[in-house]
């Protein structure tokens, strides 16, 4: 036996050793897969087998998850991989910062003390108005997922902000940031996949049910609208209005015009709103409106909307019910539909304006009880005009603080100070991404400049009637775009300070004192 083979042949025998008892184990445990132990078992053993990919690239898998619709279904509440991300790319941060004094967090106090102040609100009325309770981890009270989201959401800002993002590696981080968005594509296919891939939706949520069919043009498919948007986000932070349509390469023009298309099969008025609005304000920022191509954008929009005026009615109905918004003769299903939406919402926010005076500096907190939730899930669904004035503790809705208005789901939960808190905060982020845009890098200034319009928009969003929904389903978007600035400039960008030359300094001139004459006697 050659001597130089011995130490391969140790390793190949502890790999055997290791392997075979594990495959057995496995083997036998498919006897019953879906076992809660068993698929505990493959969890951990599944975490045990990616930890070297997860120590290598968990900055990058935290990006990409970041808009991803995937989920862990071996966990119990089946949470979505952000959240587990957030832990595990947070935990490996901090232990490389015990392990190393080199390695330390970015700091920008600025964002940061608001949204510790925002965690103490939290802690405090949760503390005050019964708990925090998970009911997948057998609590009697429900909103405990929420409070979790808003725990993690904070978290989220402090693991994506722990170490800067090479300078190299911004093009592939922006990417995942945004691409992330394709996995949600998958559950539309729900309705009409086969037996066979129904174990796939496990990973990938369905994002409609089995008796809405798929369907392009009539049924609403949010995926698509979400690829759309976030194909679109990808080259508005890459390329910029001016590298789009004066870069001479027409593939971006088509390429966007695609996007928007897809953008209208989720039939969303908030996502077309979004669209146009993150348009106009990249638009103006890079002072494409003193050029001639101000002329050309009125001109297209003036023949755009005299060509979309007798052909409305005529569109497919998702692409009708994204207008409906826009004074057009549509299909009056399309029209109801989004009528009826609207109404709906008005009516609750008028049952809950009664209900914020006594939850003004004590928010009523996002847990409920089991009775509570029975009659959420066996209540009507909507509201109606009829039923407007119906007391808002029996809306199903407002149990589950699902307002579709964004200062309600704050000043309710969480009183005033929830709100000054987060007002705060979005003050403060708003700072931190002009400055970056202002003062940031070159090669940065086209991604600052499109985080900052889009944490812009959220925010008008958020705080206007157009939309807004849960602040613990919000608040990674404002921490996500928010974050992703900070560690691509590493903190906040300041202007740079005129350099002072330091010179030597200059002394008086003083003429010689003449000698006096000697006279000789």
């Known amino acids: 036996m050659n001597n130089n083979n011995v130490p391969a042949i140790l390793r190949s025998l502890i790999i055997y050793a290791v392997c075979v008892p594990l495959a057995v184990f496995v083997g036998c445990s498919l006897a019953n897969p879906m076992d809660l132990g068993t698929l505990g078992f493959y969890g951990v053993l599944g975490v045990v087998i990616a930890s070297p990919i997860f120590l290598k690239w968990h900055k990058e898998l935290l990006v990409f998850s970041w808009s991803a619709s995937l989920s862990v279904c071996v966990l119990p509440g089946h949470p979505n991989f952000w959240l ?57 009270v429900y909103g405990g997922k929420k409070y979790a989201y808003l725990f993690i959401s904070i978290a989220s800002y402090f693991a994506l902000t722990a170490r800067p993002i090479p300078r190299e590696k911004m093009p592939l981080y922006v990417a995942l940031f945004f691409l992330g968005q394709l996995t949600t594509l998958v559950g539309n296919f729900y309705p009409i996949a086969p037996s066979w891939m129904l174990p796939l939706f496990y990973v990938f949520p369905p994002t409609i049910s089995q008796d809405e069919g798929f369907e392009i043009g009539v049924t609403r498919l949010q995926g698509f609208t979400n690829v759309g948007l976030g194909l679109y986000f990808l080259m508005m932070a890459r390329y910029g209005v001016r590298g789009i349509f004066l870069s001479g390469k027409p593939w971006r023009i088509l390429f966007l015009m695609i996007t928007l298309g897809l953008t209208f099969i989720g039939g969303f008025r908030s996502a ?23 002329l050309v954008l009125i001109l297209l929009a003036a023949l755009g909307g005299t060509a979309l005026v007798p ?73 109606t005009k009829e039923t407007a004035e119906m007391d808002a503790s029996q809306n199903p809705l407002a149990l589950a603080g699902d307002y579709h208005n964004g200062m309600l789901s704050l000043i309710l939960p969480f009183g005033i100070w929830g709100v000054l808190a987060i007002l705060w905060f979005f003050w403060a982020g708003l700072w931190v991404l002009y400055h970056n845009a202002k003062f940031g890098p070159p090669e940065l200034q086209t991604v600052n400049a499109f985080l900052m319009m889009l944490f812009l928009w959220e925010v008008l969003n958020y705080v206007s009637c157009l939309g807004g929904m849960q602040i613990a389903s919000e608040l990674p978007n404002f921490v996500g775009s928010l974050g992703l600035s900070i560690a691509l400039n590493n903190g906040v960008c300041r202007p740079e300070q005129p350099v002072q030359e330091t010179r030597p300094p200059v002394l008086a001139f003083r003429p010689l004192a003449r000698p006096r004459p000697v006279y000789l006697r």
């Open 84 to 140: 587990v991300m957030v832990v595990v790319s947070l935990g490996i941060s901090i232990l490389e910062r015990i392990m190393s004094s080199d390695m330390r967090f970015i700091r920008v106090p600025e964002t940061t003390w608001p949204l510790l102040v925002f965690l103490a609100v939290i802690v405090f009325t949760a503390e005050l108005t019964g708990g925090i309770g998970v009911r997948a981890m057998g609590s009697a």
């Open 311 to 383: 052909l409305a009615n005529k569109l497919p109905y998702t692409f009708q019910r994204a207008l409906a918004f826009l004074p057009l003769d549509l299909d009056a299903q399309a029209k109801q539909s989004a009528d009826a939406s609207t109404e709906w919402r008005l009516a609750m926010w008028t049952a809950l304006l009664p209900e914020i005076p006594p939850h003004l500096l004590l928010g009523k907190g996002l847990a409920f009880s089991a009775d509570e939730y029975d009659e959420m899930m066996t209540g009507n669904l909507m509201l």
């Open 272 to 294: 077309l709103l979004e669209y146009t609005a993150v348009f106009i304000m990249m638009f103006f920022w890079e002072g494409l409106h003193r050029t001639p191509m101000m």
